[in-house]
């Protein structure tokens, strides 16, 4: 039992589904068999979640990470929240939620650090939640880089076909442009290649680049930054050794998957990266941050306050985002 990879599993805001999906995940035995899981959070929260669904499978209190019941019919718990949970209802985010999943995630990255555990699995949080508790953060990848102190993360999407990876992550359409460098690509196109080929197996990865204008820019007509900024960074890296191609119109790109499919894609912004990988595997997604000194994923959804408490939501992203973390970290031994 030893043996298996040790993931810390922090539940997201308790007001969430985090708690049910978590529970849900853990019931199974291709989680069981694939690792020592360890939530990180509330016992009070986690039970609630254990008879929300009708289980009776046993939460335990922990007092630390090597006190942990290897029985797979037992849920251990590392408590690591301060105020009254007692409160917290689900569906009805609050400062109190917020504080909690902040909680949760720091302990978790602490464990990490202090390399307890082989990697942190994070459930879904509201920002909403997070900022009324004065974390005032885009979302919990900029969160892990302060918590880590670490200047240049890479937020990457996987399902079953696709990697992408993200130039930008959670700013606005207008703020985009500006902070498409050729530095800003070159480090993240650096950051993918080596994760890509320390965590996941690949010795020479081709990764395609996306354009950033419609068309790649269709010669300078759409704009100039695939002439000016992405095709140079792309250059440089090619000079450092990598193996990349673009910039490639997006549209294109991804319309052309199955006849030509790269082992990852590096998409200029938010929505353009994760609208393919959502629509080749929503619910099944994995959200894994790239550039930290630990390993982080967590599942491609959010809290759905909307059907939190109603035993009705589905825990195959926190599967996968589970199994991702222990290959992962079996990969990195």
Not at 26 to 42: F, K, M, Q, Y
Not at 58 to 70: K, L, Q
Not at 157 to 177: F, I, K, P, Q
């Amino acid at each position: 039992m030893k043996d298996k990879p040790l993931i810390a599993i922090t539940m997201g805001d308790p007001a969430g589904i985090g708690p049910e999906v978590i529970v849900k995940s853990l019931a199974t035995s291709e989680v069981n068999d694939a690792c020592t899981p360890l939530i990180v959070g509330s016992a009070f929260i986690i039970q609630k979640a254990v008879d929300l669904i009708g289980s009776d499978i046993a939460v335990r209190r922990c007092e630390n990470a090597t006190d942990i019941d290897f029985h797979p019919h037992t849920i251990s718990v590392l408590d690591s929240i301060s105020g009254p949970v007692n409160a917290i209802e689900f569906g009805h985010d609050s400062k109190l939620t917020g504080q909690a999943s902040a909680q949760a995630v720091q302990k978790g990255v602490k464990l990490a650090l202090e390399e307890k555990v082989d990697a942190i699995v994070t459930g879904p949080t509201s920002k909403h939640a997070l900022h009324l508790a004065g974390y005032i953060y885009p979302g919990q990848t900029e969160f892990l880089a302060d918590l880590t102190r670490t200047p240049e993360v890479v937020m990457m999407m996987v399902s079953e076909n696709l990697r992408v990876a993200l130039v930008t992550t959670h700013c606005s359409l207008s703020d985009v442009t500006p902070q498409i460098t050729k530095e800003t690509v070159l480090t993240k196109l650096t950051i993918l290649n080596t994760w890509l080929q320390d965590y996941f197996g690949l010795k020479k990865p081709r990764i395609a680049v996306c354009g950033l204008n419609p068309h790649a820019g269709d010669g300078g007509i759409f704009g100039r930054e695939e002439i000016e900024i992405i095709e140079p960074a792309i250059q440089r890296a090619k000079s450092l050794g990598l193996t990349a191609a673009g910039p490639v119109p997006a549209d294109t790109l991804f319309a052309q998957l199955k006849k030509e499919p790269y082992d990852a894609y590096l998409a200029m912004y938010h929505d353009q990266g994760l609208v393919p990988v959502k629509m080749d595997a929503f619910g099944k997604g994995v959200n894994v941050t790239l550039g930290l000194p630990i390993i982080r994923t967590s599942p491609d959804h959010g809290t759905a306050f909307d059907i939190a408490g109603k035993g009705i939501a589905d825990q195959g992203s926190m599967i996968e985002a589970i199994k991702l973390a222990v290959q992962m970290a079996r990969e990195n031994r």
